[in-house]
């Protein structure tokens, strides 16, 4: 369980994040929405300590997340997916893969099983694995940043607008494996998007952050989320 | 000539292995160790108190030890005690610790240079063309060539070394894979001083270990380091090798003093044809 | 502030350095000769650390050529001593100069280097001079270096404590020079270019000749210490200007406290003093001596000024730590004698009738193979406000940067007030936008960290000022009266923007809100007819946003000329609610220009901000059921 309440944080002198809180429930889906600007990926970073919260809690699984270090909070169990990618460029896939995983020191079957996993999930990567990452198209590198994030085996995955720059069909080969990810009850997602259009069919709920807190919290149909960001952003 | 020849690049090697070290630091924390001469010449007193009790050949223990102590505490110091953000400061905190160390070396050892036998090689020498040379150059070398390939190698082939360079590169990237940067970092410093201290072994022999010993190495080492762009270990190394050659050539072909100037000509040349290196391609930044 | 109305205020500089001297050379008499020397030394460390920390943070350069000038003066004067029996009194100056011109020139040789880099290239420059030095045979005496004659004014021989005088007065006006240099409105500028080159040029700042001139007058005033030193030293020799002293320098300036003159004082002082005491550890002074340096950088990363200042706070009060201030600052404040319109240059023209106060005709922008701006035209009335909005990478700050320079056009041109003022040749270069009239707010503010509002709003003005760097040091009435109209204006711009807090305050005081003000008034001050604000609420809170859009349309009517106002923004509403005009931009390209309450029920508008891909694949589907 995500539990993010009264948050406050910002860069140097400006707050972005004015007191924001929502929780999400173990293995639930919901989209984060709203403008450039809004904060989306502030708080991402927040979550992920990149970003020092200057006010409120942020629990994860009941212990607070705020002050501990970013390799410890993946550590714990929380992945994030950068909206940068995160990649490391002049390694192949397999090696990103690898290093993703570096940290536990896992036996080499167990490295090995779980990179077979992940491949199973991503067979593009598969095909790939001894190429550089630079070499990969938008959509296979936002594939390996997902898969990097995957290979902890993490119980809350926190993807920061994966669908930038995309092709459509990528965009469906890209939904069809949250879908999958979304299955597994174990698991906690946080989708932080522009495109609602995209995001809804992967999402419970969502929650539209305008003005460093959260304004509105909507359920419905993809039509109804898409007035209410639109009354968000004004041109509607 | 070729006697010669092979003294200039044994000399090189060392202001390669300096700069392998220096560059190592910098990549990974954005800080310059001015005291890496230091560590070399305290390496070398260690070596020198080895020899005197055990079989040299067990000196490269403490000398590596030395140095990854020296790069721990290096590391702290920078990366926990100062608390400026002021590259400027950091640096003259280094000047500091190494004025420390010359003198430490000093009222604890006096300022006689003391011989020492070369690590593998004890005293002999070899006949090369129509001159000589001490087998240690040779091995010295040879040495700082396998090391600098062994640690590119390392870079880019285990699961570690991809990981400083991931952290150096984007530490928060490397963050977000769950990869400790500070322990990255910590890394970086002890293998930095570990080749100065490997190098303070190997030139021991040479030039004989006195405090001030390391003198304007490091700042040759800076040159090298220039050369290879300041991002890339075996270009640093190349650049060393260059450095030396020239040198020793120069003190055929022109004299001795203006032999001690290539490191600063090679050094203009750098800045004016080729300010990012030889072998980085890098931009250069500028404000 | 009333107070010093009594004293006249242009004396304030040249008294505060006399005053400073009076104290030092009554100290040095009071000396014996073997410590009158070490007090000559110290002075002249004095200098030397001074005019370096000015050059470091001041002008953000890091130079490892100190020794080389310092050297310079040093020799010069002894060989122009001992080869030609010039007088001091003629050799000084001319080696002051001529060692400045030196320094200019190694100004202009590492202009495009960057901070590492830089240091690189003044080492070399060192080393140049050491080789020069060492090859120098008999006229630089090679290694050995020279013995300078007994240094005489008009037949009267300098004893030690004539020169610790000579130097104590130097280093004295030094100190206040520089102090009073930083309050300056060229020590202003040398700081925002420190803290951004962009922003500098923006407000018609020369990096160029800033950085040369740095040079200059740091190679000057080592120059002068040198000449000093070297009757100090009583030899001059390679080694006490090489790189190891350098580095000691820069030891001095930065234990003392970058960015402080007061630690500069301090850092010799002490560092020089200490070992002294240590004098009976002889073996162990070198030891100590890193191990201060250490300690020291530990405790206080802003060096022994740092220490110096927490410690003074704490210990004088409030009312103490005032009078102190104001015995030492230069005496720039408002209620100085004001003239208006006298003194300033004449601000830049206004808009003209008819024609658009600014005009993209085709402008493409491509950099890195993609192109980042398309074919954009578009056109903003006078005296409109005029939003600019896109989603993320649409292109809108790039458009805004080829207007201001930062950024070159493929094709296209960007007229304003019907000038052309940039195409793909080129255009009006940045710092001279103001004079045209240009001026521009940044998308995170950048301020000049340790000064006031009033400076920071001050500086707006820069291009219309009239002193350098002696008359801003010296301060004359002339400049007093042209900063203190300055001052003027700078405090009706404030007003103007609705700044509330006291203009003397720090802006590190500031709130995020009270800093985007600040820039705006920065930016009017100057009374363009053009302001372009860079997404100007980006971190504000709701109310403080509305607030500052709201005093930009309550700004046209006030402004004494047609005030056109161009804001870059991601907050839709605010823009649709207190702009006239809209242009909107998605991917590089138009997507419309109209007015602000049409333009909201823009289905395109709407499709570029809630997603291209509902589109793509209505065209798709329609695509495909053509086919079928």
Redesign the interface.
Known sequence: MLEIEDVRAGYGRVEVLSGVTFSVSPGASVGLFGRNGAGKTTLANTVLGLIKARGGDIRWDGRSLVGMRTEDIVKSGVSLVPQSRGLFLSLTVQENLVLSCAAWRLGQREVNERIAEVYRLFPALHTRSNLPAANLSGGQQQMLAIAKALIRRPRLLILDEPSVGLAPKVLEELAAVIQQLRSQNELTVILVEQNIKWSWSMVDEGFILEQGRIAENVRGTVQDAEMAMARHLGVG | MLAIAISGLASGAIYGLLAVGVVLIYRSTKL?NFAQGEVLMLAAYVYWLTEQRFDRLWGVVPVIVVGVILGGLFFV?THY??????D??VV??T??????????A??TWGGTARRVPGWLTGDENVRVGDGVVSMNSLVLIAIAVLATVALDQWFKRT??G??V??AA??P??A???????RRMRAISWVIGCAFAALSGLLLAPEINVYPHMAG?IL?SG?VAA?IGG?GNILGALVGGLFIGLMEGLSTVVVDA??AR?VP?AL??AV?LFR?TGLFSGRA???? | MSGSSRFPSFLRVPAQGLALSAVAALVVVLLDPFQQVFAARVAILIIVAISLNLLISGAGLLSLAGGAFLGMGAYSVTIAAQQFSWPLVVSIPVVVVVTGLIGWVLGIVSIRVSHFYLALTTLGFLTLFQVVLRYGGDVTGASYGLVPPLPQVFGYTLRAQDLAIVAALVASFGVVFARSFLDSRTGLAWRLMRESTVAAESFGVNVTLIRTSAFAWTAAALALAGSLYAFVLGAVTPDSFNLTRTIDQLVYVVVGGLGSVAGSVLGPLVLETIPEVFRGLENYREFFFGALVLVILIASPRGLAGLLSDAWQRIASPRVRAAVRKLGDSGLTIGGQADPGVLLEPLPLGALDGVAAVEYRGVTIAYGGNVAVDDLSFVVRPGTIHGVIGPNGAGKTTALNALTGQVGLVSGQILVNGEVVRSPGGGVPTRKLLRHGIARTFQTPIVIPDRTVLENVKIGLYPFGKSGIIGGTLKPPRVRRSEAEAARRAVAALELVGFEREVSAPVSQLSFGELRKLEIARALVSEPSVLLLDEPTSGLEPEVASEILSMLRGLQAKASRPLTIIIVEHNVPLILRYCDDVTAIAEGTLVASESAATIRHNPEVRRSYLGEQFEMEELEREESQRHA
């Open positions: 310059v110091v005690l100062i608390r400026s953000t002021d400027l400061t003259v905190a000047l500091g610790i190494s004025l420390m160390m010359i003198n430490f000093q009222f699961v570690l991809q990981a360079r991931a590169e984007s928060e990237s963050a977000l894979s769950g990869l400790s940067v304007t700042f800076f220039a300041f003093e203006l100037l600063f050094l203009l800045l300010p250069l930044r500028s404000v």
